[in-house]
């Protein structure tokens, strides 16, 4: 089984001060990693995955994240914040196989973003 | 990247009555689709995985005749609600894989049961 917790439900930073959203991860075959943002009362935008590839992965608007496996942490940084980036962000974790894209979501981090 | 449609994007619908929230992939065959479901101001929980053609398989938890899942084409899975109560008001997403891809997802169902 998978699981996923995401340290901080609310984070709140200043336009271009730097984001960091946490994410730890367990699983017990490697896993498939990907954080997703939330706009409200929309679908879920993909902003990157971990597929085993390169440990820093880089995503859209800016975002990058590095798979730490030594401390099963996924953490999603962002230089500068940008008014735009105030959102929800998820953490997920999927297996590869037949069962890779059924996700087991983090509880959400809302990053509220101040002028 | 590959769509995926979802439609309503909001329904209101009486306690006792049903609901189908339909879930499409445009331009990609799903031969895989999962339906979520979320509570407000919770994260989005697994209800079910369908594959093309073979039932769905619930979530524990999750009454299968209650939340009826229908897969019957590769660019569409519907998701009957039974018998609705308000209790069963949330926002349900669905996504949508080929074989060998990531999962894309649909823009939401906002469910009110009153």
């Known amino acids: 089984a998978q699981s996923v917790t995401q340290l901080g439900s609310h984070v709140s930073v200043s336009e271009g001060a730097l984001v960091l959203l946490r994410c730890n991860y367990s699983?017990?075959?490697?896993?498939?990693l990907f954080w997703y943002v939330q706009y409200p009362n929309q679908g879920l935008q993909l902003l990157l995955k971990?597929?085993?590839?390169?440990?820093l992965v880089k995503g859209i608007n800016g975002f990058e994240a590095e798979f730490k496996k030594s401390e099963t942490s996924f953490h999603l940084t962002k230089p500068s914040a940008h008014m735009s980036d105030a959102a929800e962000y998820f953490c997920a974790v999927s297996v590869g196989g037949t069962s890779y894209g059924k996700l087991t979501f983090g509880q959400g981090t809302i990053l509220t973003v101040h002028p | 990247g590959a769509v995926v449609s979802q439609h309503p994007s909001w329904v209101i619908c009486k306690s006792g009555t049903s609901v189908k929230i339909e879930c499409r992939s445009l331009?990609?065959?799903?031969?895989?689709m999962f339906w979520y479901r979320q509570f407000p101001k919770q994260s989005l929980m697994l209800m079910a995985t369908?594959?093309?053609?073979?039932?769905?398989?619930?979530e524990q938890g999750v009454e299968k005749d209650k939340f009826l899942i229908n897969h019957a084409s590769l660019t569409l899975s519907t998701l009957t609600v039974t018998s609705a109560h308000p209790e069963d008001s949330s926002f349900y997403i669905c996504s949508a894989r080929d074989e060998g891809t990531e999962a894309f997802f649909g823009q939401g169902t906002r469910l009110t049961v009153v």
């Open positions: 971990y597929t085993s590839a390169a440990t």
């Open positions: 331009d990609f065959q799903a031969t895989t």
């Open positions: 699983s017990s075959v490697p896993p498939y």
């Open positions: 369908s594959n093309e053609g073979s039932k769905a398989t619930y």
